[in-house]
């Protein structure tokens, strides 16, 4: 079984910045990428960034130049760091990962955390 945990988030004023953590466990064979989407109300999930294991970064055109990912596959673990945030940026943020495990190591496989909410105020 596998399991994402995220950590990191929060009510914070506009401009502020926030850091979001995701680490999975697990029955884990291989990671082929990890990332963050977020899902505002009334509105469908979208990306917000993604990290391959090869290192090719994917950012949303509304969050470049203000998030930064980072990862750690060694440990198979995410980060995304939130700088500017802007009130457009409130939503429940979950944390993907791309991975297979021993049973199907041929079968990469969406794996989803429980979603964490950022509230950015004005």
């Known amino acids: 079984q596998v399991q994402l945990v995220e950590s990191g988030g929060g009510l914070v004023q506009a401009g502020g910045s926030l850091m979001l953590s995701c680490v999975a466990s697990?029955?884990?064979?291989?990671?082929?990428?990890m990332g963050w989407y977020r899902q505002a109300p009334g509105k469908q999930r979208e990306l917000v960034a993604r990290?391959?294991?090869?290192?090719?970064?994917d950012y949303a055109d509304s969050v470049k130049g203000r998030f930064t990912i980072s990862s750690f596959y060694g440990k198979n673990s995410v980060y995304l760091q939130m700088d500017s945030l802007k009130p457009e940026d409130t939503g429940v943020y979950y944390c993907?990962?791309?991975?297979?495990?021993?049973?199907?190591?041929?079968?990469?496989?969406?794996?989803w955390g429980q979603g964490t909410q950022v509230t950015v105020s004005s």
């Open positions: 990290i391959t294991s090869g290192g090719t970064l």
């Open positions: 993907n990962a791309e991975m297979t495990t021993p049973v199907a190591p041929g079968a990469a496989r969406d794996y």
């Open positions: 697990g029955n884990i064979f291989s990671v082929a990428a």
